[in-house]
């Protein structure tokens, strides 16, 4: 390396921004933090994205903590998925101890034990959270035929079924009501319905089903339906600082599709909502995505670029995204390339797939007076190798860092705080309630129904109509004739209905399949 002078100059000058800046930390030079080469990441650069990332162990987590914190002091809104629930304590003043203020000390951070304005949310209300719900009218058939992986085929006939369902009147709440529209599509009834639009094919219905099917399985039955969330719930402030909202995410590793689409559809809805703002001198709202690779394992093409395409445009309506993750490989090259902010922490070579990953990440950074490759490599916890943009769109030097330490509380808040918290939010009472209207399952039942009664009811008249003209035979008393509830209710129309209908109760009672309330 160059001299220790040079080192850092070098940082205190490439790191001296004219405006609002969130703090990293302090330069290290051999094992040495220089508290008066500060290392940072200028606010009004947050919305060109960026990228924690590094082994489990090294404190990701705690850098992502650590910049909520900042923002959220500077007035911008955080939503953050906390994946294992270790964010929870951001809500807490932090805990002081002689170690703590040790380190803080020597990289030149006054720490102050601080809460910030924390709202929890849960998918469905399947953990402890505010519920998040959306429709599946409002995801579209693009977006969900991406996140089921369907074929251009199937993706356009999918698109076919929301056209019928909106000409239609069948309001699409969950997937309950996108199966009853597929099943009656592919009924006697239903097919003349789309013949002029060339009709749906039982085999594509029958993928989409089985499609469906295994999306529910992962817990996406529980998160369709209403009262909607409205993405608005995020940009709040309180007390003049940002919200943050963290979405606890309960063994996501095993459901990455519901991950995937929920985190997709709350940036398109956000795009969709928010004015065009350009470059501002903060950003309205900056996501954090931490296990970042859950959100593009098994990803297909189209859902890969539908990111890539939102990560790049959200920019402009004020909106900054982190990505949270191991190493940089778990990130498409195409959304990699718009991460303008890197913090690195550090990343182990025990394997062949390691050391591949170490080359590779090695790759991605600036050139350095560093051996990055060996750095990386010794790196403790709680520090990092950075580079971000500057305010002139330039990458920074990178800079071995001491992190500061988070002045919230570095560890789960208790289980009763979360509650406490989460009943005493007044967007609780907006959401808990689950709403049930009537939609294209109880439209289409209705349907289902009222026609086995027609039919029975012309079976009946019939019936009389024959017994009227024929004499009564001699012998022993005719049978009593059903009353016309009697032959509805033994039609075979009506027990398939039943039957159905019992499914759905039974499976929402023992929670396979929850049905709304």
Same mark, same amino acid.
């Given at each position: ?181 597929? !099943? ?31 999306? *529910?399985?992962?817990? *996406? ?127 182990? *070579?025990? !394997? ?67 509650? *406490? ?97």
């Amino acid at each position: 390396m160059t001299e220790t002078g040079d080192v850092v100059e070098t940082v205190k000058q490439g790191y001296a921004f004219e405006g609002a800046a969130i703090e990293l930390g302090a330069l290290l030079v051999d094992g040495e933090p220089k508290p008066e080469a500060a290392v940072r990441i200028p606010l009004s650069m947050v919305n060109r994205h960026g990228l924690v990332a590094g082994a489990t162990g090294t404190g990701k987590t705690k850098t992502l903590q650590l910049m909520a914190e900042q923002l959220s002091a500077a007035g911008v809104a955080v939503f953050a998925a906390d994946i294992k629930g270790d964010l929870s304590g951001i809500s807490q003043p932090g805990a002081s101890n002689e170690k703590l203020l040790a380190r803080t000390k020597t990289i030149g951070q006054e720490w102050t034990a601080t809460g910030f304005p924390t709202e929890f949310y849960a998918l469905g209300g399947q953990g402890t959270g505010i519920p998040i719900r959306a429709t599946v009218t409002s995801f579209g058939p693009v977006l969900l035929s991406k996140v089921l992986g369907l074929n251009d085929v199937q993706e356009s006939s999918l698109g076919l079924i929301f056209h019928y369902a909106d000409k239609q009147g069948l309001t699409l709440l969950d997937l309950k009501d996108l199966r009853a529209v597929i !099943t009656h599509l592919t009924s006697d009834d239903g097919k003349a319905d789309l013949k002029e639009l060339g009709g749906l094919s039982a085999a594509t219905a029958g993928v989409i089903l089985r499609s469906l099917i295994g999306f *529910a399985d992962q817990g *996406a039955e529980a998160f369709f339906g209403e009262p909607e969330f409205d993405t608005a719930d995020l940009l709040q402030q309180r007390d003049g600082k940002g919200l943050i909202s963290l979405l606890e995410l309960p063994n996501m590793q095993d459901r990455p599709a519901l991950f995937s689409t929920f985190l997709m559809w709350l940036l398109a809805d956000l795009f969709h909502d928010l004015p065009e703002v350009g470059d501002v001198d903060k950003p309205k709202l900056v996501f954090f995505f931490d296990e970042a690779h859950l959100l593009f394992n098994d990803a297909s093409k189209a859902f890969l670029d539908s990111i890539a395409q939102t990560v790049r445009l959200i920019r402009s309506k004020g909106v900054g995204v982190f990505f949270v993750t191991q190493t940089p490989k778990d990130v498409p090259d195409d959304v990699l390339a718009q991460l303008g902010s890197r913090v690195q922490h550090q990343l182990r *070579a025990h !394997t062949p797939n390691d050391a591949k990953a170490l080359k590779a990440t090695v790759s991605t950074f600036p050139n350095s007076a560093y051996d990055l490759g060996e750095v990386l490599t010794q790196l403790g916890i709680g520090e990092a190798i950075v580079t971000v943009m500057n305010e002139k769109g330039a990458p920074t030097p990178v800079a071995w860092t001491r992190l500061r330490a988070p002045l919230s509380l570095m560890a789960p808040a208790a289980a009763e705080q979360l509650t *406490a918290s989460v009943q005493a939010s007044p967007n609780n009472a907006k959401y808990a309630q689950v709403l049930d209207r009537e939609s294209a399952y109880e439209i289409l039942a209705k349907k289902v129904q009222a026609g086995a009664e027609q039919a029975q009811a012309e079976e009946q008249a019939k019936q009389q109509q024959q017994q009227q003209e024929q004499p009564a035979p001699r012998g022993r008393a005719p049978k009593p004739e059903k009353s016309m509830v009697e032959q509805v209710i033994g039609s075979s129309a009506f027990k398939q209905f039943a039957r159905t209908a019992g499914r759905e109760i039974v499976r929402g009672l023992f929670g396979a399949a929850r049905r709304r309330r």
